[in-house]
């Protein structure tokens, strides 16, 4: 099958089953009810929502699966590593042909290169990728679900009715970012939830270290802070990286937001 690529500027929407998410704007639970959202509608599985700004690699804000989170946050955080060049997607969300509307990408597993299809559709078992995006001045949002061989893939009755959704459902995803960017501060519990999601133990240090990064403390301030050295907080990043396995602070924050930010 050809990937799609329609430009949708004014779907009609039908706002009901989005109703949910909207409550559940700036908190932790934000990710399983945007997912409820698509499952009531759809056969989608798993979703991500990434956010493009060239030139830095891109953001994973939301994450979530109804079979195996911790697998399509490890696949997120390698997409957003590096192979998200090899993404056949990337040339169209980056191409400035559009500025306003709804993207819809669809695209079978057969379209992805052996390697890129092995590494992220083998485990997950997903057979078909549906990418709904929108650029906002230099940003791209790109909505991502994934149907799998457990429901097979997505019908066009289906796909109409999450492209009636996509409107609101961009709307939301940019309140909740914004909710979470306004919030002065991320406490230490948003640092245990991601050790939590990610099976990983993180010493009192890391945390501490964690959650000033997030607050977007400098190393010199976190040092002050803590009372610590530069150089040890420089060790305990390295440590907390190597832990989540992680290599950017983009992605640290990636995994924050995709725990829920706040609340």
């Known amino acids: 099958m050809q990937s799609d690529s329609i430009m949708y500027g004014s779907a009609r929407c039908n706002y009901g089953p989005a109703l949910e998410t909207i409550a559940h704007i700036g908190k932790r639970s934000f990710g399983d009810a945007l997912l409820n959202t698509f499952t009531q509608v759809s056969r989608a599985q798993?979703?991500?929502v990434v956010l493009y700004r060239p030139p830095g690699d891109p953001l994973a804000i939301v994450v979530n699966s109804q079979t195996d989170r911790r697998l399509i946050e490890r696949l997120s955080i390698d997409y957003t590593a590096g192979f998200h060049?090899?993404?056949p997607n990337r040339a169209l969300l980056d191409s400035p042909?559009?500025?306003t509307g709804i993207r819809l990408l669809r695209r079978k597993v057969n379209e992805f290169d052996s390697s890129y299809r092995s590494h992220f559709f083998a485990d997950s078992q997903v057979v078909e990728k549906l990418t709904l995006a929108t650029r906002l001045s230099e940003t791209t949002i790109s909505l991502n679900l994934y149907s799998t061989h457990v429901r097979g893939g997505f019908e066009d009755s289906e796909v109409?009715?999450?492209v009636s959704l996509a409107p609101i459902t961009v709307a939301t995803i940019m309140r909740h970012m914004e909710l979470c960017a306004a919030n002065d501060t991320f406490s230490d519990s948003v640092a245990l939830q991601v050790a939590h999601n990610l099976n990983v133990k993180l010493s009192r240090r890391e945390i501490q270290v964690m959650t000033r990064i997030l607050?977007?403390?400098s190393s010199e301030a976190i040092a002050l802070d803590l009372?610590?050295?530069i150089?040890?907080?420089k060790t305990f990043r390295k440590s907390l990286y190597r832990k989540l396995n992680i290599v950017s602070q983009a992605q640290l924050f990636g995994i924050a937001y995709s725990?829920?930010?706040q609340g």
């Open 85 to 87: 060049t090899r993404d």
């Open 231 to 233: 150089s040890s907080v």
């Open 227 to 229: 009372g610590i050295a």
């Open 259 to 261: 725990s829920g930010g």
């Open 160 to 162: 109409d009715r999450l």
């Open 97 to 99: 042909a559009y500025d």
């Open 215 to 217: 607050q977007g403390y």
């Open 46 to 48: 798993h979703l991500t």
